[in-house]
C-alpha cells in the first residue's frame, strides 16, 4: 500500500501490477491492445492505490482538452444565457466541456475581434462566436487558425460554419401571422438606429436589421408598407427598459397600430408595459408578437406569442460542427439555417 500522503504515480501502478509503464498507460486510457486479464490486472492497481489520472497531462500529450469555449457579447440578455445554458448541456451530452466567456458588453473594453486574436488554443480545442450586433466583422478577422463556428446573423464571407435561424423568413412568417389576424396597420419596436427602407432592403447586418426586412417584405406582398414613423429605435442593447421607451415613442406618435412586432422578446416585455400603462388593451386593441421565445416570455401577462429560438437545435449542431472541424474535417464551411416556429399565446388572438 502506498504511503500517507505519498502522491501514486502512474509508475507506481505499472510496478504494483507487473507490466510495462506503456502497458498500464494504454489501460487506463483505454488505447492499445492487451489482455482482458492485463487490463483487469491495472484497473485493480489503479483502485487500489487510488491513482488520479492528470488530466492536463494526458490531454498535452494528446494535444487535446476535449474542452470548447462559447464566447458571447453578454450573459444579461436572457437569449444569450439561454444559449450558454444549451451549449454546456449539449456538451456534456457529447463527452466535452464547455467554457462561457464574455467579451465585452454592449460597446465594451474587449470586441469579439479581439477576441478571436487572443483565443488561446491550449485551453479549449475550438471556439463558438455568438457575433455581436453592433460590430461587423471582416474575412480576415474569421481567417483564423483555429476550429471556429460562428452563431448569430452576420456574414461569415465563408471563413467558417455559421448555424443561426433564418430571421428574414422569421420575420415574414411574424408579420404574415398578425395579417391572418385581422391587423391592419404594424408598428415594430427595437429597431438599431431610424428605419431606413434603402438600407434595410440591401442589409447584410445582425438580427435586427434581417427581421425588419423579412416584415418589409412580408407587408409590401400583402400591398402594405412599414411606415417608419411606427418603427421604435431602441439602440443596440435590447432591453426591458429599451423596449418600454421604443414602444411608448411609437404609441406617442399618434398613428394608429393594431398590430405590434418586438424584434426579441425583451423589447417585448417593455412594449406590453408601455401599452398597458396606456390603457391599450392585448390583443384587443393591439396584438403583439416577439422572437426567440425566452423563458419569461410564457409568463408576461398576457403570455407572449413568439417566434422559437430553435435552441435546441442550434447548440447541438454548431457543436457537432466544431467538433468536427477538431477532428480535422476541411470541408468548405457552411451556413446552416432553421426555419422558427410560431408559439402562439395570448397576446394575438
Avoid at 153 to 179: K, M, N, P, Q, W
Avoid at 252 to 275: E, M
Avoid at 320 to 333: K, M, S, V
Wanted: hydrophobic share 45%; proline share 4%; glycine share 8%.
Amino acid at each position: 500500500m502506498p504511503r500517507p500522503n505519498r502522491v501514486v504515480t502512474l509508475q507506481s501502478v505499472a510496478e504494483h501490477a507487473g507490466v510495462s509503464l506503456k502497458t498500464a498507460s494504454n489501460a487506463v486510457n483505454g488505447t492499445g491492445r492487451m489482455g482482458d486479464d492485463t487490463r483487469t490486472k491495472v484497473l485493480a492497481a489503479v483502485e487500489e492505490l487510488g491513482y488520479k489520472v492528470n488530466v492536463a497531462a494526458r490531454n498535452l500529450t494528446r494535444g487535446r482538452t476535449d474542452a470548447i469555449a462559447l464566447a458571447v457579447p453578454t450573459l444579461k440578455a436572457p437569449y444569450l444565457a439561454e444559449l450558454a445554458e444549451n451549449v454546456v448541456e449539449a456538451a456534456r451530452a457529447r463527452g466535452l466541456t464547455a467554457y462561457v466567456t464574455t467579451f465585452g458588453e454592449g460597446f465594451g473594453p474587449m470586441t469579439s475581434r479581439a477576441y478571436l486574436e487572443q483565443f488561446n488554443v491550449h485551453f479549449a480545442d475550438g471556439l463558438l462566436l455568438s457575433m455581436a450586433e453592433h460590430e461587423q466583422l471582416t474575412p480576415a478577422d474569421l481567417d483564423v487558425d483555429y476550429p471556429l463556428v460562428c452563431l448569430g446573423s452576420r456574414d461569415t464571407f465563408g471563413f467558417a460554419d455559421h448555424v443561426t435561424t433564418d430571421d428574414i423568413a422569421d420575420a415574414r412568417t411574424a408579420t404574415e401571422y398578425l395579417l391572418s389576424r385581422g391587423c391592419t396597420s404594424i408598428a415594430v419596436v427595437g429597431a438599431h438606429h431610424a428605419y431606413d427602407p434603402v438600407a434595410i432592403s440591401t442589409a447584410t447586418e445582425g438580427n435586427a436589421e434581417q427581421r425588419l426586412r423579412g416584415i418589409s417584405e412580408a407587408l409590401a406582398s400583402a400591398g402594405r408598407r412599414l411606415d417608419g414613423r411606427l418603427v421604435g429605435v431602441s439602440g443596440y442593447v435590447w432591453s426591458i427598459s429599451a423596449g418600454f421607451r421604443a414602444a411608448t415613442a411609437v404609441i406617442d406618435s399618434g398613428i394608429p397600430f393594431d398590430g405590434l412586432i418586438c424584434l426579441s422578446d425583451t423589447i417585448a416585455i417593455g412594449a406590453v408595459f408601455a401599452l398597458r400603462e396606456r390603457g391599450i388593451r392585448i390583443p384587443e386593441d393591439v396584438q403583439v408578437m416577439g422572437f426567440d421565445n425566452i423563458a419569461e416570455s410564457a409568463y408576461l401577462v398576457p403570455p407572449l406569442t413568439t417566434m422559437s429560438s430553435q435552441l435546441e437545435w442550434i447548440a447541438p449542431t454548431a457543436i457537432d460542427l466544431l467538433r468536427a472541424r477538431i477532428d480535422g474535417n476541411r470541408a468548405d464551411p457552411a451556413l446552416h439555417l432553421a426555419l422558427s416556429d410560431i408559439v402562439v399565446r395570448s397576446t394575438t388572438r
